[in-house]
């Protein structure tokens, strides 16, 4: 009994006598506590109190401006004599979708700040009570009005003490999401009949994408937030267009709320929201036009011959092999036939540009870090490319025939065979093509990605139809098909030679994969092709028309097992023995060459504070265009000689595995494909260089005749 005296006498004495005296009332489905931030207060301080909101499981309370129906949180403060009550210091909110309505409010716990003063005639020794009195809306399925009376007395004290430490952390996440004001971002509105456009745009300093992001109005029942928001981020602004209610004011000065983005408005980890008040008027301009009707015209036109071009680069050339065996065919087939193998092929094409483009902006929609050519950044993806293409070079050695041989009776291929091979050779050409639009398309590619889907796919759309148009022209003109031979024992051989073009295209992806994961996978790779190589001669020798049918099944069943199996182990194994090679980036000694050092945003950041010229590599391993400017200019005396007696400090962002913080760089210039070169001329402030995708000696040099040599500063 003594022992529970003391203990009870203990619990009086904390809450009576020790500094606050916090109190904690609870409505039907919200526990509400008065938190003051410090454990005493000062004559004239300006402290922060909390008003600590937990919500049960599946209720909530609602933001400033509710949204599509619901009351915000008020408090009525009765303050000792002298002392005032700022307004409620607002967190962003949750986006809360209750179709057809939107609101907007708060789950789970909050914290609403506000900052009260104290009067300059406090005596310290004395106490004060703060009291208040909040009201809600509480809402799950039904809404129920909820409040509660909360009450806190602190000490008064000479001298301010500091913040109460069990509630440090909470006050500082409370803080942190806060919307950011004065953070150097500009804001520009405009209606235009039904709808408003809002823009934000960046700080010099600022390098990231924000999108995707929401706006949360301060104003409820003008903006319509059931319908979707278009938006986009390009050259440093981003713009959100926006439809309006039927309610909205005929006339609108001014537009408040917040942007909320996850990543950040200041970089990773930094504040997610953004207050936004911006005066209607003009908007910004568009420093590349992209947004008019004529960029959008332009960027189609130059996807078209950007696609064109695409059939003379390094990546495509084994593909025309396939392409080249379909002309010899059709040269020797009606007019009708060769114009929808065309056709076909178009479809094959323009569908695995449509495949490839929307899985990228849906990941990316997602959140995913990707640029153009991502799937070559995957071991899964190459493995598979590289199974694909070794039978398809099998085949063309003859080891076994895909369908009816070219030189067979009258050189025909049955017609269902015929149309499904035109339509895969559309997608191979298109797989193996991605790392190689970056030379003509780089431009075109960044304006596709940061642009609504509709313009994206339009841009896609033209790209496979360039890629795809000198087929289908020489397909649909006979004529020009005549200067072909006629079929015979040649066109075995050129069947046999383009087999090796395709046989070096999966060396380049092996090599690509080694990059990526190392020996030991590739050692296994090899295995597996092994194993395809001996199911392809088996299909071969036995699975001929020359043989009974019965020992055609069994030997294609056979085929199909070894294959499988193979590909089957393969995959398997790269978790197991994938792993990438560590980069090593040693600096150069004399004669060396180019001092690379690997990509990382603090580098480069504390080279430009230092005032220091900087060189951005963006690169890849499967980017061909990326190796062959490496061979040429890179490697270059001259060119090496000029990065070490100027003192450039050469980085390289190496992308040939996925890395979003090479991604995020990408996109800061617009660009979601490599080769990407940029210059950072001296100085603190000094923007950036873009340089050709398709570099020289005479280019590089030519951008670095301005700088002094090291010995001269």
Known sequence: MKHILKVIGFALLLGSGWGQAQSTA???????????????????????????????????????????SGLPTEIQWTLPQGFTAADIQWPWPEWIETPPLVTLGYHGEIYLLVDISAPTDLKPGTKVTLKARADWLEC??????????VAVSLPVTAQPTPADPEYVEAFAAARHRLPLKDAGWAFAAKREGSRLILQARAPEWYKDDPTPVRFFPLEGGWVDLTRPVQS???????????????????????????????????????????????????????????????????????????????????????????????????????????WKHGAVFTLGVVVSFWVLAGLLLALRAGGEQLGWGFQLQSPLFIIILAF?????????????????????????????????????????????????????????????????????????????????????LLSSMPGL?????????????????????????????????????????????????????????IYGRWGNLAMPPKTRRISAMLAVLITAGALYLTIDSIDLFAATPTV?????????????????????NDARAKGKPVFLDFTAAWCLSCQVNDRITFSDPDVQNVFKEKGIIAIKADWTNRDDAITRALASFGRNSVPLYVYYPPGVDSPPKLLPELITPGIVLEAFKTLPDLSEN
């Not at 090593?584 to 480069?604: M, P, S």
Request: charged residues 15%; glycine residues 12%; contains cysteine.
């Open 481 to 537: 098909l005549k200067f072909v031979p006629k079929p015979g024992r040649w066109m075995e051989s050129m069947k046999q030679f383009m087999g090796f073009l395709l046989a070096a295209t999966v060396l380049w992806l092996l090599w690509v994969l080694a990059q990526q994961t190392g020996a030991i996978l590739l050692i296994v790779v090899l295995g597996g092709l092994l194993l395809v190589s001996i199911a392809a001669w």
């Open 584 to 604: 090593q980036n040693k600096e150069a000694t004399d004669g060396e060459g180019i001092a690379w050092q690997a990509y990382d945003e603090k580098l480069v």
């Open 26 to 68: 609870r409505s039907e489905h919200v526990e509400a506590t008065l938190i003051p931030e410090v454990t005493s207060i000062a004559p004239g301080q300006t402290f922060t109190v909390a008003l600590r909101m937990r919500m049960d499981k599946g209720w909530h309370t609602y933001w400033l401006n509710g949204g599509d």
């Open 232 to 338: 986009q981020y390009q050259d440093g602004t981003l713009t959100l267009d926006m439809a309006l209610t039927e309610t909205a004011p005929e006339t609108i000065t001014q537009i408040k709320g917040v942007l909320v983005s996850e990543k950040g408005w200041r970089g990773p980890q930094s504040e997610q929201g953004l207050y936004v008040e911006a005066q209607t008027g003009d908007l910004f301009a568009s420093p590349s036009g992209a947004t008019t009707v004529g960029g959008f015209l332009y960027a189609l036109l130059f996807a078209f011959i950007g696609g064109m071009i695409l059939n003379l680069m390094p990546c495509v050339l084994p593909v025309l092999s396939l392409k080249i065996m379909g002309f010899v065919q059709q040269a020797n087939e009606e007019h009708s036939k060769a």
């Open 388 to 472: 694909f293409l070794f039978l398809f070079a099998l085949s063309m050695f003859g080891v076994f025939e895909i369908g009816t041989s070219l030189t067979t009776i009258e050189g025909k291929t049955a017609g269902k065979q015929g149309w499904m091979g035109s339509f895969i050779s559309g997608v191979t050409a298109t797989v193996v093509a991605t790392p190689c639009t970056a030379p003509f398309m780089g431009s075109a590619l960044g304006f596709a990605l940061t642009q609504p889907a509709w313009i994206s796919m339009a841009v896609f759309t033209f790209l496979g139809l360039g890629m795809a148009f000198p087929y289908v």
């Open 140 to 149: 799950e399925d039904v809404c129920i009005p909820g409040g509660v009376d």
